[in-house]
């Protein structure tokens, strides 16, 4: 059975090829400053937005023309199964990541919902078998059921506290039966309406609680994924506890879970938190806790998330020249599609272009971020710019060996200052050129 119309497996044709159904940039095993375009991006396709979704908007129903619409229950997560194996096929993407509740449905009780859980990830396993495909990550959806309306890890209610880190110990042993490369907290739900009825305190001591059992729990079943947390500011609650990278990095410090977990950044995340995508990673990067990346993007025009497959070859580049000067680049991470096609592409075929789209736009960003590392292009801007840091007084200061009575004494003598340019539009203009000619 195909889902996706037969496709042959996607190939390179380069830049000149005007076939619909091949990568124009993606060129899997050209080597990038040593590494793979494979190695270096790790694409990842995600289940909930390629399979589950159905194309409904607040105004109105799905529209999503599917296969395996025929059937229901356990048959049509049996069926979304094989379409994701066809898919990650067609677009010889290596990874993919999913939530429990996008791989099986719930039962009547906490046993029913694990044993339609463990009978598909035993589905998912032999697949995996046959066809060498990772498990980039998976996670526990804590914000659907309306168990959850007041939080999960933030709930007043600790019976659905309980129920959630029963739900999570589950993924856990799933991340470790399956080879899960990170495990992914995004708390859709942790996160408040209103002070006048929240105990904020609390909310995020029992937040940091739970992700200490969860690394306890992983360490004693052996599951040795790296923990990301995914910030969102909004949507969809109000203030998501994990605003930005920034905040989440402080909740993690003060909880002391830093050396447990890095971060998940998502670019349209970042814009609905007023940031770009490369300012959250850039965040995370000089904090060592870039991990791993949801790769979409929004609409300057609406202020939610929109989760569009990524096109924007600005944003791609300098997400990837954040990426190539990450320690170990992308690391276990990947680039994950957390993307999904407009409702009114509803063909099975718009998922392919999607991602083909998506996995030609980060493998032109990653070739123009090389080639402007490799240039020092913008190194040797940023070295101008900071020079005075390098000798004299700058020099002292970086060095630790300046006070406010040796700064004071060079300050009265130093006179005029003299500032010199930040060039911006220059630095902007180079940047096209390399987009362009790179
Ligand atoms: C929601 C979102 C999630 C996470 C995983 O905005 O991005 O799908 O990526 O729970
Ligand atoms: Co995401």
Redesign the pocket.
């Known amino acids: 059975m195909s889902y996706f119309g037969n496709v042959d497996k996607i190939k390179y044709e380069g830049r000149t090829s005007t076939n619909p159904l091949a990568f124009k940039h993606y060129n899997p095993e050209q080597v990038i400053l040593g590494k793979t375009m494979r190695e270096h991006l790790r694409f990842a396709v995600a289940y ?1 937005h390629s399979y589950t979704y159905n194309g409904s908007d607040p105004f109105g129903a799905g529209t999503m023309l599917r296969g395996y619409d025929k059937f229901t229950g356990m048959d049509l997560a049996k069926a979304r199964v094989e379409a994701n194996f066809e898919l990650l096929n067609i677009l010889d993407a290596d990874y993919f990541c999913f ?1 429990d509740r996008d791989i099986a449905p719930e039962g009547a009780t906490l046993q029913e919902t694990n044993k339609n859980l463990d009978e598909i990830v035993a589905l998912i396993q032999s697949n995996m078998k046959a066809t060498g495909k990772k498990l980039l990550w998976n ?1 526990a959806n804590m914000f659907t059921n309306p168990r959850f309306v007041h939080g999960a890890a933030t709930t007043s209610n600790a019976d659905v506290y309980a129920y959630a880190a029963a739900q999570v110990k589950k993924a856990l042993e799933h991340g470790k039966e399956l080879g899960g490369q990170n495990y ?1 907290f ?1 708390g ?1 739900r942790e996160g408040y309406e209103s002070l006048l009825n929240t105990d904020m305190g609390l909310e995020l001591d029992n937040l940091a609680r739970f992700l200490h059992m969860a690394v306890d729990y992983a360490k004693e079943i052996g599951f040795d994924a790296q923990f990301l947390i ?1 910030p ?1 500011p909004k949507e969809p609650s109000k203030h998501q506890y994990d605003f930005d990278a920034a905040t989440s990095l402080s909740f993690l410090q003060k909880y002391d879970l830093l050396k447990h977990f890095k971060l998940n950044i ?1 670019a349209n ?1 970042a814009t609905l938190a007023g940031h770009t995508f490369e300012h959250e990673l850039h965040v995370s990067r000089i904090n060592g806790a870039l991990g791993s990346i ?1 790769a979409n993007q929004g609409d300057v025009l609406l202020g939610w ?1 929109t989760d569009e497959f990524p096109t924007d070859l600005y944003s791609t580049t300098l997400a990837m020249y954040e990426i190539l000067q990450n320690e170990g680049g992308i690391g276990r991470g990947g680039v994950n599609f ?1 993307a999904k096609v407009r409702r009114q592409s509803f063909e099975p075929i718009d998922v392919v272009y999607g991602h083909i789209a998506g996995m030609d736009s980060f493998a032109r960003g990653l070739v123009v971020a090389a080639k402007l590392l490799e240039d020092r292009a913008l190194v040797n801007v940023i070295d101008n710019k900071y020079a005075s840091f390098q000798s004299g007084i700058g020099a002292d200061i970086v060095a630790g060996k300046a006070n406010f009575k040796s700064l004071e004494a060079y300050a009265l003598q130093n006179n005029p200052i003299v500032n010199k340019s930040g060039n911006l539009e220059l630095v902007r203009s180079i940047v096209n050129q390399y987009l362009l000619n790179a």
Do not use: A
């Open positions: 909930w939530h996670t992914v995004w859709g995914e969102k998502e995340h949801d998330d957390d």
